[in-house]
């Protein structure tokens, strides 16, 4: 259940006029009044009945009556509105039972405590199946306020023993359970509807601030990537000439006195104010991120050891690879061919749902995919190496979606199940090409024979299910690519085995495809390099006599990894 308490408001018939009326968002139907301070409190029911005009000046006037009462000493916001609204998937409460919620909620936020006569005069309403609204005015029997602070936390608590009792859906309200993103209110939602946009002025900006984010090396460029996207940009310096903070505008999103409609970041998100910024584009020096290697490899291998991070009790590691990540996401469809580029869009926007970027992070932890990303637009991408990147990319969500199942954060394990949804979409049109042309190269019959004993060697709980694979031949054929540029294709197969088990992969044989491809590309060992690592192997591999005392703690206990679907 979730509960919105709008900002306080002095008009008292308004608020009234739009409960009982016919709705503009949602269609009302059956309006009328579930429960009051008194239990007598006049009902207008919907605006076309009869006598709905004469109780509805009867209920105002009651409402209203203690405010009138104390004159000037009324607080200028005297009206309290909150709506509280249940879960789809819960059932359908009846009048009585929201009355009953309705009081716990108003004695939890003291506006009526139980058994005080003097408490703020109230209803509820009642006007759809799944949700009502409570209407109070702050002013007392004693012509005192209520003693309503941090009403809104108060509420929460209470929702989540109402839950509790009413058998409701749970809904996690840790603090670090929220996503960094601020929520369009309902006055965007419904501005963004008039004006025939996709989505709220303040998503619209988010995804652009992010995405120019996700390319900038430098403030300045970033700054300058703002104006290139079509935004009005201004800056807030201090008087010693530092940059203090900025703020950005749609061109064509205007207020009643057509002047543009301003966002600072820290309003767009938490992670998006300028201090912010400032610390992520300070981990990644320009001259660190000249002459990498091919940055689409080395970001791979670096999203690969997510849910190696994730599994260790690191959560400055874990949260700064986390953020380096979704940057990627939000940079990935600048680079990526035209049809994959929607979906990219979509797994990037759900994905920031589905991590905590509120924590404090030390970015320099992930400086080196966060590099990798910076010189993406020196190497042109095609549909093999977005389909190598996206396939780990599935794997680290994955591996947060069960993070946060394990931690009983339902929200975020939805954004992360609907960021696997776009993803496993855009890896499908992006790796379907490739694969069929690998397959066409497959070695002969004796050479495939070959690689399928070494598969064993390497994974032989997985070998007969990549064997039976249609992407066996795809395997195969990177295989031979990578033996005749010098590599052993044994000890390719388990290194790539070797980096992350396989047990949440939808298909081990891509996965080792993509591992055994990039891992081919790099430079071969030279022989003196090869001969010292086979002397190391066979020395690792000599017997030693040693007491049993010395060989107990050598011997680590078996990790039971329980299989996790896809």
């Known amino acids: 259940m979730i509960a919105n308490i709008v900002k306080p408001g002095s008009n008292t018939r308004g608020v009234l006029i739009y409960l009982f009326g016919p709705g503009r968002a949602t269609v009302h139907t059956d309006q009328h009044i579930v429960a009051s301070w008194d239990g007598f409190a006049p009902d207008p029911g919907p605006e076309d009945s009869l006598g709905h005009r004469e109780r509805m000046n009867q209920l105002v006037k009651a409402l209203d009556l203690r405010v ?301 995919l966060r590099g990798a990303l910076k010189t993406l637009r020196h190497h042109p991408a095609d549909d093999s190496l977005v389909a190598m990147l996206v396939d780990a990319a599935i794997l680290a969500v994955v591996a947060v979606r069960l993070r946060n199942a394990l931690e009983h954060h339902d929200q975020r394990v939805a954004a992360a199940q609907q960021t696997l949804h776009h993803l496993q979409a855009a890896y499908g049109r992006a790796a379907s090409t490739p694969l069929s042309r690998l397959a066409e190269r497959r070695p002969p019959v004796d050479v495939r024979r070959r690689y399928a004993e070494h598969l064993r060697k390497a994974v032989p709980s997985h070998a007969e299910q990549i064997l039976a694979e249609a992407s066996w031949d795809a395997l195969t054929t990177v295989l031979v690519d990578a033996e005749r540029a010098g590599h052993n294709p044994a000890s390719l197969l388990r290194q790539a085995a070797g980096q992350r088990p396989l047990d949440d992969a939808r298909s081990p044989t891509e996965v080792l495809t993509w591992r055994v491809q990039r891992l081919g590309a790099r430079h071969v060992p030279s022989a003196r390099a090869r001969t010292a690592q086979a002397r190391s192997t066979t020395a690792s591999a000599r017997p030693v006599s040693r007491t049993a005392e010395q060989i107990a703690p050598a011997v680590a206990p078996p990790v039971s990894r329980p299989h996790r679907p896809w």
């Open 68 to 368: 009138e009462q104390a004159g000037d000493r009324a607080p200028e916001g005297h009206v309290w509105h909150c709506s509280l609204r249940t879960a789809p998937e819960d059932r359908t409460l009846t009048d009585a039972e929201w009355a009953t919620i309705a009081r716990r909620v108003l004695h939890a936020t003291g506006i009526a405590p139980d058994g005080d006569p003097d408490g703020c005069r109230w209803i509820a309403v009642r006007h759809a199946d799944d949700h009502i609204h409570i209407v109070a005015t702050k002013m007392r029997g004693d012509l005192r306020p209520p003693r309503n602070w941090n009403d809104y936390h108060r509420a929460m608590t209470e929702l989540t023993r109402i839950e509790t009792d009413f058998g409701l859906h749970q809904v996690n309200r840790d603090r670090d359970a929220w996503p960094a993103a601020k929520r369009p209110t309902r006055a965007e939602t419904e501005k963004a509807a008039r004006n025939g946009r996709d989505r709220a002025v303040r998503e619209q900006l988010r995804l652009t601030v992010r995405t120019a984010l996700s390319h900038a090396h430098t403030v300045e460029e970033f700054l300058n990537l703002l104006a290139d996207a079509g935004l009005q940009v201004e800056t807030r310096t201090l008087p010693s000439g530092d940059l203090q903070g900025y703020k950005v505008a749609l061109p064509d999103d205007t207020n009643s006195d057509s002047e543009p409609v301003w966002y600072s970041g820290s309003s767009l998100a938490t992670d998006l104010s300028l201090p912010q910024i400032q610390q992520r584009l300070a981990t990644v020096e320009p001259s660190r991120i000249e002459h990498r290697p091919n940055p689409w490899h080395q970001a791979t291998a670096g999203i690969e050891r997510i849910p190696h991070h994730l599994a260790q009790n690191d959560p400055a590691t874990a949260s700064a690879h986390l953020v380096a990540f979704g940057e990627f996401l939000y940079a990935l469809p600048a680079f990526a061919p035209a049809h994959l580029r929607a979906e990219l869009r979509k797994a990037a926007i759900a994905f920031e749902c589905a991590v905590n970027t509120r924590a404090h992070v030390d970015h320099h932890h992930a400086g080196t």
